[in-house]
């Protein structure tokens, strides 16, 4: 067996994608043994046309018994399978697969150069090669280089501009959290921003925000299996991870923490987190078990990504609360931010679930911040009778067809009581469906506060 080290790019489609697929179709080859794979590092393309996207590389480490030129066979087979259509030199490509290293052997045939002749060039290579393949060597090609390692050659590149360090994305635990100890190491404050993707300017401005109070800002992507009930929209929920992670690095995220489920959830795992009683009412009762799966799975990302700052959004109120009681219980060193929800222009909370919403149903779902809104009038206007106000959200909801509501409640912020009468600080909370779309929002009022200064946690429309 020959250890090797192949190089993986991809810039069309669904780039991290077309990366995992390749490294699946490796791992399935019987004469390849896969021994490591490494985080992806967005980087501009090299020359070619201009205004292609940026690419997403990677390093795989491999064993196999294939000689080198039926190796280079098997690579190119798996471009192609993957849809890769050779056209111009440096031009866009779905899977790009390179033998980067076969051995410690220099072969130099009309088809396959190895060590790639640029390795000891490109920071795209270099970089996620030396995070799984920093001891090995690379051999000389001339009589004036020396054999040195990987790590040696990326240590040797100079230091990159700002504008060449790209997001990465990294899939295994293991090396997020070696990546996080590592910036911290360097005197940085991490914040984390956990989400399930499908993202939209409501996560980004938590990400704002994390960069406002951290100096690396990591965002998770995990649609959690265990926080979803069997009859749930698991299945069907919202994946879109090529525009997330543009999105992302457009935004001046600097990481992505996108795990499999077998990564998050390794065989065998049966410990959970049995969350604070904030948890019972309110989605507690109409969704039994999902603070169990969020409270687990916030607790572990937070174990892999022990930030200084986690962001989240008003927008999940009950969610906040849990995770702030969580990390108030258990100790965990971290501060929670807690960021208000953002609005379309006619109120509607932004959600990666409106996009189930036809037109007609996005125009009923106006009505959750219409009742929210109106809620918060008539508390400016006097009104404190919990029920005449929350009867008034009823009819708004039933007005534009909502009849499926699972709740409509005004309660104490902190802990989610009930409350009959509006003399303090309330939170008014609605969570009902539109068509099959399950929908909540939510809405800070303070009688106290006087309609003009009032705005701060109001619901704009
Ligand atoms: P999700 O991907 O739905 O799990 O949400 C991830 C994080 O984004 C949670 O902290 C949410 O509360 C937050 N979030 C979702 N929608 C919004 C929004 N419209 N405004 C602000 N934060 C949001």
Known sequence: MVTCLIGLG??????????????????????????????????????????????????????????????????????????????????????????????????????????????????????????????????????AEQRVSIETLCARLPDPAPSELGLRVIMSAAAMQRHVREIQLSGRRVGVVPTMGALHSGHLSLVQEARRRSDYVVATIFVNPTQFAPHEDFTKYPRTLDADLSALSAAGCQAAFVPSAEEMYPRGATTTVDPPEVALPLEGVCRPGHFRGVATIVLKLFHLIPAEVACFGQKDFQQALVIRRMVADLNVPIEVVVCPTVREADGLALSSRNRYLSAAERERALALSRALRQAEQSIQAGETESNRIVSAMRETLAAAGITSIDYVALADPETLAECSRVEGKTVALIACRVGSTRLIDNCLLDPTIDAGSAKRGAVRA
């Open 10 to 143: 991809s810039n069309q489609g669904d780039r991290v994608g077309n990366l995992l697929a390749a490294i699946a179709a490796l791992g399935e080859d019987p004469a390849i043994s896969l021994q490591a794979v490494s985080s992806f590092v967005e980087s501009a393309p090299v020359g070619g046309p201009a205004g292609q996207p940026n690419f997403f590389n990677g390093a795989a480490i491999l064993a196999t018994s294939l000689p080198a030129e039926a190796l280079l066979t098997r690579l190119l087979d798996i471009e192609l399978q993957l849809g890769r259509v050779r056209g111009e030199r440096f031009g866009p490509r779905t899977i790009d697969l390179d033998l980067l290293l076969y051995g410690e052997q220099v072969i130099e045939s009309p088809t396959l150069q190895v060590p790639h002749p640029r390795l000891r060039v490109r920071r795209f290579v270099l970089a996620p090669a030396a995070e799984i393949a920093g001891e090995m060597l690379v051999p000389a090609l001339t009589d």
